[in-house]
């Protein structure tokens, strides 16, 4: 089916996204729960232990390129799972929700798509981009901002199942920012936010993932010891399992020391895009009593954008895509020995 950019819009809205569906099971390392002594919290409607991970939609309402195929691929994904059975208990989105500038339009696209998550019931966690603008995003989901432990930052804890997720804002463009201004690329850990970590994070029994948009070493702290933010938490976090974030694009499983004299690591994993290029598709993650996987839903490849014709698509992107499709990262909550 064809369809230009309002229709397919206002059938977003009404749940419709008519391309890019898949396979809605779960790999096999999602489907080893009970071998693995997870909690069994698969019964009923939702998966208590199932997240999806979201990141880098850039969904697009203004008129450029990005507008023909950054909501469609979205809503495909939305799509894809609310398909799925059990339902997963949240979705997570770790920024860049807006195109470029955080132009009301995006948002305004972005909020009907995502929406028909929540009128299921799925709860949505997001972290905020260095394309994003929190006033934009709050006017949309209002309360969010106000329920922060920092001020004027989107900082949130929420539950995983058998972990916990601490949301962090390294957002620096200022919402007064002109509306074609991209803002600065990179994060920013605040000193008031820094504050906090430090008298929260070091005393969670629970083991947790930090996440956030940017890459750990974008945050540098005022510890001069330990300078960024992944070193801090491997020394100062026992219970840090793992850090999360998207903006590169890319699936990128990889791990940080925090010093050539101890073995302590710990695991990071870059998220791949929702749409706008690179690798596409989204993440499953399943928290087990030990561990959490990450499963790569990896559903194309492109750049530096979505080709018009279906069947343009580069060798090596091919080859990427079968070469990556399927990969997982596994977190152990117990980081002794390294």
Known sequence: MKCDRRSFLALAAAGFA???????????????????????ASVGKFDENLSIIFSDAHVCGEEARAAEF?????????DEVLAMRPMPKRVVHLGDLAYLHGHPADYAVAKPIL???EDAGIELVFCMGNHDRRSEFAKLWPGRLEASPVQGKFVSVTSLGTAD?????GLQGTDDRLLTDIGPGNGLMTPDQFAWIKKNLPKRERPFFVASHFPV????TSDKK?????????KNAPMCVGYLYGHLHRWRPEWIHGSWKER??????????????GDIGYVKMRTFADRAVCSLELKDFFFPAEPRDPNDRAAPWRVKIEETRGATCTFLYDRQGG
């Open 18 to 40: 008519g391309c890019l569906t898949g396979d809605d099971s779960l790999p096999a390392a999602e489907t080893a729960g009970a071998a693995d002594g997870a909690a069994d």
């Open 70 to 78: 950054t909501p469609r691929r979205l809503a495909a994904f939305v």
């Open 115 to 117: 929406q028909r998550l």
């Open 165 to 169: 997720l601490v949301i962090l804002d």
């Open 217 to 220: 070493d974008d945050f540098k």
């Open 226 to 234: 330990h300078g960024h933010l992944g070193r801090w938490l491997i």
């Open 264 to 277: 302590a690591t710990l695991r990071t994993l870059c998220m791949p895009s929702n749409a706008l290029w």
